[in-house]
């Protein structure tokens, strides 16, 4: 997302029909195998990425879709959060997933400009729309911005532990299943 003044521009352009979907793929969860440590200290990391929204310079919603690993309590939860600005309302679920899933777990963010809506599919269910009520207005642009935490690991564990992820962009390097009108936020077609 880049900023100048008080614009905001974003990193790729979105007509105003149909859906554009992005995938997050955890490349590795990088779990601590039970038993390995002993210690009051919590391995917790989150892993995921920010996205926005913009028509005309200005910001139209902004969220982030992330997941949550804690090997201290053997959970992992995805969270994916909004909210849309004009409107001034906030949207939110979190969706608990095994914790021994398997490294390469995909989320997918879809954009439906049609409905004004956003829904999530994960690891190919698709768990539908976030927003119960259609978004205060459309973004023609979009931006996205990856991030990771990480902290808690014991120091004197042997082997590392980095949780990796890729933002996928490609229609070619995605695996969900949409409806037939979704396309990549280039505007090729799934």
Not at 141 to 148: A, D, T, V
């Amino acid at each position: 997302m880049n900023g100048t003044n008080s614009t905001t521009l974003g990193d790729k352009n979105l007509s105003s029909t149909g859906k554009y979907a992005v995938e997050l793929k955890i490349d590795n969860f990088a779990d601590i195998p039970i038993g390995s440590h002993s210690s009051n200290q919590s391995g917790v990391y989150t892993l995921g990425y920010s996205f926005y929204g913009i028509k005309n310079g200005n910001l139209k919603y902004g969220g982030f879709v992330w997941i949550v690993n804690s090997d201290d309590a053997k959970t992992k939860t995805v969270y994916i959060s909004f909210s849309d600005l004009g409107a001034g309302i906030n949207y939110g679920k979190e969706f608990d997933i095994g914790y021994n899933t398997a490294n390469n777990y995909r989320i997918g963010l879809y954009l439906d400009q049609d409905a004004k809506q956003i829904g999530i599919n994960l690891n190919g269910v698709d768990k539908g729309y976030i927003n119960n009520t259609p978004l205060s207005d459309l973004a023609t642009q979009i931006s996205f911005l990856m991030f990771g935490l990480l902290g808690g690991y014991p120091t004197l564990l042997t082997g590392t532990y980095q949780p990796t992820e890729t933002l996928i962009f490609d229609s070619n390097q995605m695996t969900l299943n949409y409806s037939s009108n979704t396309k990549d936020i280039c505007g090729n077609k799934i």
